[in-house]
């Protein structure tokens, strides 16, 4: 009995330090990502456009920019990628549905809810009033204010959803922990 017991508390042990692992793993990864956003914010804000160009071309890591999103209560600030896949959120927000950046209509934009805080994290800290700035790729920043945050089933498909016509909205999507819900912030054009 007494081996029995040494056996199930090695094992027990390794099972801890295993899953010790993969947390450190994870967020080094989460760091190592971090540091690279923030080399593309600031070469994106380096940027001009040059004469004839209608808008900036950037990539990060092989997927194309489309903005930027800055919500400074929270201090986020990423790039905005063009497309919703599972290598993408990896690596930053993305878009995830309606028109482009700063356009009449209602802009998505998903991100991870990491534990460590990173991507969209710390968006549950928002309040009703606070606000989102984005920035399309020519050059050109519109600052929305939060008017709603609530949380609904992954199957909500009315988040989507233009509430005003004719207006300029934006829609930040992330998970619960948990995954079971998804908390939704809304903002509109100030």
Same mark, same amino acid.
């Given at each position: 009995?007494?081996? !029995?017991?040494?056996?199930?508390?090695?094992?027990?042990? !390794?099972?801890?330090?295993? =899953?010790? $692992?993969l947390i450190v793993i994870k967020y080094t990864q989460n760091y190592k990502n971090e540091q690279e956003i923030v080399e593309v914010i600031a070469n994106l804000d380096q940027t001009e456009l040059q004469e004839g160009q209608e %808008? $900036?071309?950037? *990539?990060?890591?092989?997927?194309?920019? $489309?903005?930027? $999103?800055? #919500?400074?209560?929270? %201090?986020l600030e990423y790039p905005i990628l063009e497309e919703t896949t599972e290598q993408t959120?990896?690596?930053?927000?993305?878009?995830?549905?309606?028109?482009? =950046?700063? *356009?009449?209509?209602? !802009?998505? #934009?998903?991100?991870?809810?990491?534990y460590d805080g990173t991507m969209f994290g710390k968006i549950k800290n928002l309040e009703i009033g606070d606000t989102i700035e984005l920035t399309n790729m020519k050059k050109i920043t519109k600052q929305y204010e939060i008017y709603d945050i609530?949380?609904?089933?992954?199957?909500d498909i009315s988040i989507l959803e233009v509430q005003e016509?004719?207006?300029? %909205?934006?829609?930040?999507?992330?998970?619960?922990?948990g995954n079971k819900e998804r908390l939704i912030v809304k903002a509109r054009e100030i």
């Open positions: 009995m007494k081996k !029995l017991c040494n056996i199930l508390l090695i094992l027990i042990s !390794l099972a801890i330090l295993v =899953v010790l $692992i %808008e $900036i071309i950037a *990539e990060y890591d092989g997927y194309k920019i $489309i903005g930027t $999103i800055k #919500i400074s209560k929270i %201090e959120m990896r690596k930053s927000v993305t878009y995830f549905w309606g028109n482009g =950046v700063n *356009e009449i209509g209602n !802009l998505c #934009i998903a991100g991870h809810n990491n609530f949380k609904t089933n992954p199957d016509v004719g207006t300029r %909205e934006v829609t930040l999507i992330t998970c619960t922990n």
